[in-house]
């Protein structure tokens, strides 16, 4: 693929793509009560019309807009928008592409449009005009205390947050095999970008920058591919690197924390072309940072505003040091964690371009924030930024909140 002769405009127009939605259920931006969906059946397709009969108000507009792109826009080397979504179908499980055929029919959206929507990040990565548009954190703490155990957490920021805000929910998936499992997604994903089962496993994503990019498996479904079928970090490391117990090829260049209900830690980085594991064990004192500022020598790091490498080792050095280091930690604690990522009181990187800030400047760009305690099966979730907003307790059976 001659990726120089990719331009702009098909990305315009897939940003209008996911934002053509008339369905708003909040009002107050600050005060989001999450939208939760079950989803069960006794095939995949059959949960795949359950969830697109309760996203059809929002979805609806898709197609309107996949029309006038596929009239007028330069495409991929002159790619129909059915031949883009046939490139990462290729790689798709055959799970999600039923339940993508049951949302399809469910919504009246065509099959195609689906796809796209479901390979929307994969397919910015594929572009090359991703570079403002994530910035995510996420970290593991092991020194919790009261029986939590090991507690995850992740932050999505999205400076283009206005095209998502409306259309993020919370899907809880009982399938007809597999684990059952909880996460934040899109109206539309079968994948999920931030989830964990009822085995105790969680699992996040961050972006990363690299070149080593073309079409695979999108990466939401990968997620949920994971947690469905796995139930330990080990298994879950093998699956994403092809290792032993399965084979997945990658569409982008994604950074993926696993941790389970052990303590047991990792991370994967990955593209189309290499991989990159780093182990974390569980120690009384151990605790774990990530940021798409700051990943290992192997990939190019990734970062919300171009500064130099002593920029992101900064970020780093301020969640560790400031944010994360602190004896008996609890659930109190970590939804403070969280938080302090908005913090803009906190000194912050006078290279980034915003003064006293860790990421963003507190009131734009945060799509959700996701806290899982693995080892009880019930996570703590708010839909918006988390530094001024309520988190609700989501469990497999119920919804109480807002509780932080």
């Not at 999920?192 to 994503?205: A, Y």
Request: overall charge negative.
């Amino acid at each position: 693929m001659n990726k120089k002769k990719i331009t702009s405009g098909i990305f315009i127009g897939i940003l209008l793509l996911v934002s053509i939605s008339s369905s708003i259920w909040y009002i107050d931006k600050y005060n989001v009560k999450p939208r939760i969906i079950d989803v069960y059946g006794d095939s995949y397709y059959e949960m795949g019309l359950m969830y697109g009969s309760q996203v059809k108000n929002i979805v609806s507009g898709i197609g309107e807009v996949a029309n006038y792109l596929e009239k007028g826009l330069p495409l991929l080397n002159g790619s129909t928008l059915e031949e883009i979504a046939q490139g990462y179908l290729a790689y798709t499980p055959n799970w999600a592409i039923q339940m993508m055929w049951g949302i399809a029919n469910s919504t009246g959206v065509d099959f195609y449009d689906i796809v796209i929507l479901n390979a929307f990040a994969d397919l910015a990565q594929l572009l090359m005009l991703m570079v403002y548009m994530g910035c995510s954190q996420f970290a593991m703490i092991n020194n919790t205390y009261h029986g939590l155990g090991p507690i995850f957490g992740r932050t999505l920021d999205y400076p283009a947050h206005n095209i998502f805000d409306n259309w993020q929910i919370i899907v809880r998936y009982d399938p007809p095999n597999g684990n059952s499992m909880i996460g934040v997604t899109i109206a539309g994903w079968v994948g999920f970008l931030s989830g964990m089962n009822n085995k105790g496993v969680s699992m996040g994503i961050s972006q990363i920058s690299s070149e080593e990019v073309e079409y695979g498996c999108p990466m939401g479904i990968i997620i949920t591919d994971g947690l469905m079928n796995y139930n330990n970090t080990r298994d879950i490391q093998q699956y994403l690197t092809n290792g032993s117990i399965s084979s997945i090829y990658h569409a982008g260049a994604w950074c993926y924390f696993i941790t389970d209900k052990t303590g047991d830690a990792c991370i994967v980085e990955i593209t189309s072309y290499n991989n990159h594991t780093n182990w974390h064990s569980d120690v009384s004192t151990d605790h774990l940072v990530i940021t798409n500022h700051f990943v290992s020598s192997e990939m190019i790091p990734h970062s919300f505003v171009p500064g130099p490498q002593e920029s992101t080792l900064y970020r780093k050095q301020v969640l560790e040091e400031y944010l994360l280091i602190k004896d008996n930690f609890d659930l109190k604690d970590a939804v403070e964690t969280v938080r302090s990522h908005y913090d803009i009181t906190i000194n912050g990187d006078p290279g980034q371009g915003y003064e006293n800030c860790i990421c963003n400047d507190g009131s734009s760009g945060t799509m959700h924030a996701f806290i899982a305690v693995v080892a009880h099966n019930y996570s703590l979730i708010c839909l918006t930024n988390p530094y001024r907003a309520p988190f609700y307790l989501v469990s497999f059976t119920e919804v109480i909140g807002p509780v932080a």
